[in-house]
């Protein structure tokens, strides 16, 4: 028999935006968070210099020795950057501010927009289920190699004035990638985040991005909540530091809605 049809594919998600503070690392690492605690292997690949992603899952800034970037320049594995965190099921490759470098270094390789697509063929990805990639908050080099690895794309949106102008520039970057490196892309989903229901605006854009995207938009919206502002300087998901507060019970759900429609899909 061929073994190889029988190789399992983790579905990999890029969480992107170019806008910072729009709650893509909070999304990556709840949802990870999440997706492990419903019994999935999962692997977070920090893809952003600034190496949030690492510090929110408890991975101390001091010796991150094998990094995302030295796998981008592949100068190791992707098995070689894997590392256990403290939960069960949640892995991760960890960046550091040397990923800086990786965009210049790259700008006039061959194949620089394929470098995280070739890491992902190293059989250590068959044991995940979900591979997540918290994108830096720019559609730089780093980001198109997330797209060009990617199944699919979620984009955390903040419920605010010019949300919908970044998010139509985000949409035509997907579509240059579609058609350019990955024609498999497809978004996954748009999320809201720091949704603030006190807010008129809030509710305007929320139902803007609705009646734009449609089904498009996850159902579940993400609060603002101020125990997920704090988990992070605990190095804990706010999943862990307090799964009962209302953002960690919303990142739940929106786990259980992404695995349902995986479900309804493969179905299909
Ligand atoms: P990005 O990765 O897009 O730059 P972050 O996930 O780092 O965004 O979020 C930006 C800031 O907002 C962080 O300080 C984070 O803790 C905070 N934050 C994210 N989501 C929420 C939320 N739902 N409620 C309150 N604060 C949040
Ligand atoms: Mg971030």
């Given at each position: 028999?061929?073994?190889?049809?029988?190789?399992?594919?983790?579905?990999?998600?890029?969480?992107?935006?170019?806008?910072?503070?729009?709650?893509?690392?909070?999304?990556?690492?709840?949802?990870?968070?999440?997706?492990?605690?419903?019994?999935?292997?999962?692997?977070?690949?920090?893809?952003?210099?600034?190496?949030?992603?690492?510090?929110?899952?408890?991975?101390?800034?001091?010796?991150?020795?094998?990094?995302?970037?030295?796998?981008?320049?592949?100068?190791?594995?992707?098995?070689?950057?894997?590392?256990?965190?403290?939960?069960?099921?949640?892995?991760?490759?960890?960046?550091?501010?040397?990923?800086?470098?990786?965009?210049?270094?790259?700008?006039?390789?061959?194949?620089?927009?394929?470098?995280?697509?070739?890491?992902?063929?190293?059989?250590?990805?068959?044991?995940?289920?979900?591979?997540?990639?918290?994108?830096?908050?720019?559609?730089?080099?780093?980001?198109?190699?997330?797209?060009?690895?990617?199944?699919?794309?979620?984009?955390?949106?903040?419920?605010?004035?010019?949300?919908?102008?970044?998010?139509?520039?985000?949409?035509?970057?997907?579509?240059?990638?579609?058609?350019?490196?990955?024609?498999?892309?497809?978004?996954?989903?748009?999320?809201?985040?720091?949704y603030d229901g006190r807010n008129n605006?809030?509710?305007?854009?929320?139902?803007?991005?609705?009646?734009?995207?449609?089904?498009?938009?996850?159902?579940?919206?993400?609060?603002?909540?101020?125990?997920?502002?704090?988990?992070?300087?605990?190095?804990?998901?706010?999943?862990?530091?307090?799964?009962?507060?209302?953002?960690?019970?919303?990142?739940?759900?929106?786990?259980?809605?992404?695995?349902?429609?995986?479900?309804?899909?493969?179905?299909?």
């Amino acid at each position: 028999t061929n073994l190889s049809t029988d190789r399992k594919k983790p579905e990999i998600i890029a969480i992107a935006n170019q806008k910072g503070g729009v709650g893509k690392t909070t999304t990556t690492i709840n949802l990870g968070t999440a997706l492990a605690a419903a019994r999935k292997n999962v692997l977070i690949v920090d893809l952003d210099p600034q190496g949030n992603a690492s510090t929110g899952v408890g991975r101390e800034r001091d010796n991150r020795d094998i990094t995302s970037y030295d796998v981008m320049m592949e100068e190791a594995t992707l098995s070689d950057a894997i590392e256990k965190t403290d939960i069960p099921r949640l892995f991760l490759v960890s960046s550091t501010i040397d990923l800086t470098g990786a965009e210049l270094e790259l700008v006039d390789q061959a194949q620089r927009t394929f470098r995280l697509r070739n890491a992902f063929k190293d059989p250590a990805v068959e044991q995940f289920d979900y591979i997540l990639i918290d994108c830096p908050p720019s559609l730089n080099l780093l980001t198109l190699n997330a797209l060009s690895a990617a199944d699919s794309v979620i984009v955390p949106l903040q419920c605010e004035f010019f949300a919908l102008e970044g998010l139509s520039l985000l949409l035509r970057t997907i579509e240059t990638v579609q058609a350019n490196f990955n024609p498999k892309l497809k978004i996954e989903g748009i999320v809201l985040t720091m949704y603030d229901g006190r807010n008129n605006l809030s509710g305007q854009v929320a139902q803007d991005v609705r009646s734009y995207l449609g089904d498009k938009v996850f159902k579940t919206v993400i609060p603002r909540n101020v125990r997920i502002s704090e988990a992070p300087s605990h190095g804990k998901p706010a999943l862990l530091y307090d799964h009962k507060c209302t953002g960690s019970q919303a990142y739940i759900r929106l786990a259980t809605e992404l695995l349902r429609r995986e479900k309804n899909f493969r179905a299909a």
